[in-house]
């Protein structure tokens, strides 16, 4: 009769020992070796632990994220963002406070290429806000559209959010959440450069002078080149040319070439540094994720999954209200919770609600990624929220109010992503043939 | 307590080796990681340029990823960059805030020496004994599971370090945590 203290024990000692200060893939790790220890005794409990860390960790798929994240290291550091913000400012000058539309359309271009929101909002929040402050907008408002707009790098692909996704929902397709991610994505963008034109036009923040036809094309051919990986990454996947970590090897390459070999803003000698570091933001993730996977099996032992989807179930009869409590859920995790935490640990969790509610896997894979978007905004534990305030020169309590509107936004394309299943499905279906 | 300045000897080898430890380390993950790409990239190449897919890419590529994964895990704990959520000890101060982090150090402790030392060692030792061996390269199974144990054996050795520095009143790992952001995001 031990076992039906299996979600006692899980649960209660993951929260114990995370309120604690244990690192979170040991906190992991612990509470599934105690929970399977419920089941098979303590010591072959070790011996599981140990086996489906091993296991979760040998995947090919996985290898995506180290070198997305090492192709994004390289980018930022490669003076790329400045190009990609210069092309920008020539597709944006024309709209009312066009500093901040820049900044939105550089962080979806940058977004997408480095596969990171805050080294987004840092790289292209760094060069914007100084500008927008010295023709005289709020720094709040330039903050606010910045930390809200880094989001859109994570749903535009490639993301490595959706690898771990992918891996962790038991083999959705990595393509097909790769390209299920450009509408929502773009539809964030679209919003909040409508909210902030709004805002912008009501305080008379001005737009930029014409640019020459001439400065157009150079500026245009100068993001030709950054913008040429996601032709060759995507390309690539969607023509099943080669797989999503072949792809991301081959954007190690291209950025390779590119930093060192033609802009050679930066020294080869910082290479095995920009490795290193890479490595151990690929560790704090992989680490976790192996730890995920074993908690995920002492879920499932102790049918912890089944008995929360029959709670929630069992709430409503009407799956409108189900998926609108769903996101709530998700939205109050991501506020205090980091990303990649969340979506290992709530997604075994949820999985089998939304299966039962009929959702596509893709589709929810999409509605988790944008729900913890929205977390990593908002304080107290909010990455993108930190590093906007920081390189906006501002402070999180002023830029709160101004972000509530472009909070509203992003809500908005949560919703119509949890409702309208064709707005993350239709583009997979339509490319790639996908069958959910 | 030792007299600020002047450690002791035990602080003094521990640290010593903790050094060498790093220095190693660092050169396996990057040249595990390199390896990786290389491997990957080579994969795609004998498919399209020289049309002979090389069965072995996928085998070594993967192997380098669980070591890399593993030890590279057990480096960045040594860096204190793992993530965690600051919520206890932010609040406390004195004795009560080493006693909360020297108990965070027993539990990772105890989760190296249970599970990846013991439990990974098992693992070792049943793969080994079953012969079980890797598809392509023929390499027995046991020899990549080695890299639980050695990980484990190496975050059992930080947490030492950290333990140490702990009792003579400095924090756990030499610099703060480099930046807020989370991996991934």
Redesign the interface.
């Known amino acids: 009769m031990l076992m039906s203290y299996a979600p006692l024990v899980l649960f209660g000692s993951f929260i114990l020992l995370m309120v604690l200060g244990v690192p979170i893939a040991f906190a992991i790790g612990v509470s599934a070796t105690l929970t399977f220890a419920l089941f098979v005794g303590i010591d072959q409990s070790y011996f599981i632990v140990a086996q489906q860390m091993s296991s979760g960790l040998d995947s090919f798929t996985l290898l995506a994220i180290p070198f997305f994240i090492l192709a994004g290291n390289i980018m930022n550091r490669g003076g790329i963002a400045r190009r990609l913000i210069d092309f920008a400012k020539v597709l944006g000058f024309a709209l009312p406070g066009s500093l901040a539309h820049v900044n939105v359309l550089a962080n979806m271009m940058f977004g997408a290429l480095s596969g990171s929101a805050v080294a987004s909002a840092a790289a292209v929040g760094g060069v914007m806000s100084p500008l927008q402050k010295k023709e005289g907008y709020d720094p709040a408002y330039s903050a606010a559209v910045n930390i809200s707009s880094c989001t859109t790098g994570l749903l535009i692909p490639p993301s490595s959010t959706f690898i771990v996704f992918s891996l962790i929902s038991g083999g959705t397709s990595v393509a097909a959440l790769f390209v299920a991610g450009y509408v929502p994505g773009i539809l964030m963008g679209v919003g909040i450069m409508i909210v902030a034109g709004i805002i912008a036009k009501k305080r008379g923040y001005p737009t930029q002078p014409r640019p020459t036809a001439s400065e157009f094309v150079r500026k245009g051919l100068d993001a030709l080149l950054p913008l040429g990986l996601i032709v060759v990454v995507m390309g690539g996947i969607i023509g099943g040319i080669f797989t999503a970590t072949e792809a991301s090897a081959i954007a190690v390459v291209y950025t390779l070439l590119l930093a060192f070999v033609w802009y050679r803003e930066t020294s080869i000698k910082q290479l095995p540094s920009i490795i290193l570091e890479s490595a151990i933001t690929t560790a704090v993730v992989l680490l976790m994720i192996g730890c995920s996977i074993a908690m995920s099996r002492a879920m499932a032992f102790g049918n912890i999954p089944n008995m929360i989807s029959d709670f929630m179930l069992g709430l409503s009869d009407n799956p409108i209200l189900i998926l609108l409590l769903l996101n709530v859920v998700l939205l109050v995790v991501g506020t205090f919770m980091d990303m990649t935490p969340a979506l290992l640990i709530f997604t075994p969790i949820l999985m089998p609600v939304v299966q039962k509610l009929g959702m596509d896997p893709v589709q929810f894979g999409v509605m988790m990624t944008l729900n913890l978007c929205v977390g990593i905004c908002t304080p107290p534990v909010g990455s993108a929220l930190f590093i906007g305030c920081s390189v906006g020169g501002t402070t999180i309590p002023k830029v709160i109010k101004p972000l509530i509107p472009f909070f509203l936004t992003l809500i908005a394309v949560l919703m119509l992503v949890t409702y309208v299943p064709s707005v993350s499905l239709g583009l997979p279906r339509l490319l790639l043939g996908y069958g959910g | 307590m030792s007299e600020q300045g002047k450690p002791d000897t035990i602080s003094r080898l521990v640290d010593g080796l903790a050094n060498v430890i790093d220095a190693v380390l660092?050169v396996i993950?990057?040249a595990g990681?390199?390896g990786?790409?290389v491997c990957?990239?080579w994969?795609?190449m004998s498919r399209?340029i020289l049309r002979a897919p090389s069965i072995y890419t996928?085998e070594i590529?993967?192997f380098l990823?669980?070591w890399?994964?593993?030890i590279?895990?057990a480096?960045?704990?040594g860096?204190g960059?793992?993530?965690?959520?600051?919520?206890?000890?932010p609040a406390l101060r004195g004795w009560r805030k080493q006693l909360?982090?020297l108990?965070?150090v027993a539990?990772?402790a105890?989760?190296a020496i249970?599970?990846?030392i013991?439990?990974?060692g098992?693992?070792v030792e049943r793969t080994l004994a079953n012969g079980q061996v890797s598809p392509a390269l023929q390499m027995p199974m046991g020899y990549?599971?080695i890299?639980?144990p050695v990980s484990g054996a190496v975050i059992l050795f930080y947490c030492l370090q950290m333990a140490i520095r702990l009792f003579h009143g400095k924090t756990p790992v030499e610099a703060a945590p480099a930046?807020?952001?989370?991996?991934?995001?």
């Open positions: 660092r993950i990057v990681f390199s990786m790409v990957v990239v994969q795609v399209y996928d590529a993967r990823f669980i890399m994964a593993l590279g895990g480096y960045t704990f860096k960059r793992h993530l965690a959520i600051e919520i206890l000890a909360a982090q108990l965070v539990v990772i105890f989760f249970a599970v990846m013991n439990g990974g098992a693992l990549i599971y890299a639980i930046e807020a952001g989370g991996p991934l995001n």
